[in-house]
Each structure stands twice: as structure tokens, then as C-alpha cells.
């Protein structure tokens, strides 16, 4: 286990598919499944739900108010204040595996970490903050709310296979949490 790393999953409000966080996909909230299985990896002593709802509680986990009015970066530089050193998640990526998870803090170096998917796209929702860069994102953000690219300057990039990157799917609309549902060949 990384000494003070914790996994820190971040749940906004959608505009396009309002309270996805909490539908079921197997007869599981969305974000309880993240978080269990951010849990089986035993990697973290502390996960929490990183939360702009303002009464989200999802039985069996940790929820924190995310009381931040802007945009993700400011998110995750509150998250920084609180918790310092994080793997982010995103709280709508139900199938995101612990060999991933594992992977990715094995990687860990102590300099922020980011995942490049097999497309090339950074993923800001599965990447490791810390303090070291809190001063110069915040600076960046006061001039450009563009978090992708002070990834790609600023972070470690560890490439994604094919199949890895499949892990990266994100339920945005009742289409995606169709597929996804479907996708999780769920027992009838």
C-alpha cells in the first residue's frame, strides 16, 4: 500500500442524464460499484465519494460535499487541499477494474500520473494528484480551464492497451446506461 494515497471519486450534477450516479447497473448504484471495486484492490486505506450533490448518501461508503462552484479543476484542487496526495476516479466509469487501479499505483512514482487511452485522450478521472503541482494548476486554471493539456505538459503518461481503455467507458446519457448495462451481462 502507497502510504497516504487514497482514491478519491468525483460525482457532479448531469445535465444530460440527471442522478446517473445512483441508477443500477446489476442492481447496484453506479458509484457503490466504482467504489467497491476501487476496495478490492486493498490498495487505500480511505476511498471517498467526492460529491457536488448536496445530499448524496450511498449505503457502505464514504461521501464528502465537493462544495466547489466551477469547473473540474477547481474540484480537484479542493480535493488536493483536503486530501493531498489521490488517485482520482470518475464517478461514472462502472467498469473500471482493480487490475487497472493496481496498475496504475504500481506506476506511481510520487510525480503525477495520468492514463493516455488507446486513442491518445488523457484521462484527468484516472490520474494521481498531488501537492507537488497544486500551486501551478491553480495559476494554469486562473488563465484557462483546459485540465487536458497541463496533463500532457505536467503529468507521467502511462499509455493504455486496447482493452484497458475499454475500462475507461463513461455512462453520460440513458444510451451509454443501456450499453453499459448490457455490457455487464448482469444475472437475470
Do not use: W
Request: glycine share 6%; with cysteine; hydrophobic share 35%.
Amino acid at each position: 500500500m502507497i502510504p497516504e494515497v487514497k482514491a478519491v471519486i468525483f460525482v457532479k450534477n448531469s445535465e444530460r442524464l440527471p442522478g446517473k450516479h445512483l441508477m443500477e447497473i446489476c442492481g447496484e448504484p453506479m458509484v457503490r460499484r466504482i467504489y467497491r471495486n476501487i476496495e478490492s484492490t486493498g490498495l487505500f486505506d480511505y476511498i471517498v465519494i467526492y460529491s457536488k450533490y448536496s445530499e448524496l448518501a450511498v449505503e457502505g461508503c464514504n461521501v464528502e460535499r465537493d462544495q466547489t462552484t466551477g469547473t473540474l479543476i477547481d474540484s480537484i484542487l479542493s480535493s488536493i487541499k483536503l486530501h493531498g496526495e489521490f488517485l482520482a476516479v470518475g464517478g461514472d466509469m462502472p467498469f473500471l477494474g482493480a487490475d487497472l487501479i493496481s496498475r496504475l499505483v504500481k506506476e506511481y512514482d510520487g510525480r503525477p500520473l495520468s492514463v493516455v487511452d488507446s486513442d491518445g485522450t488523457v484521462e484527468p478521472l484516472l490520474s494521481i494528484y498531488n501537492p507537488s503541482i497544486f500551486d501551478d494548476l491553480y495559476e494554469s486554471s486562473r488563465h484557462s480551464k483546459e485540465i487536458y493539456r497541463f496533463i500532457r505538459e505536467r503529468f507521467v503518461l502511462l499509455e493504455l492497451e486496447q482493452d484497458e481503455s475499454s475500462e475507461l467507458f463513461n455512462v453520460n446519457t440513458q444510451e451509454d446506461l443501456n450499453e453499459a448495462r448490457r455490457m455487464a451481462n448482469c444475472p437475470k
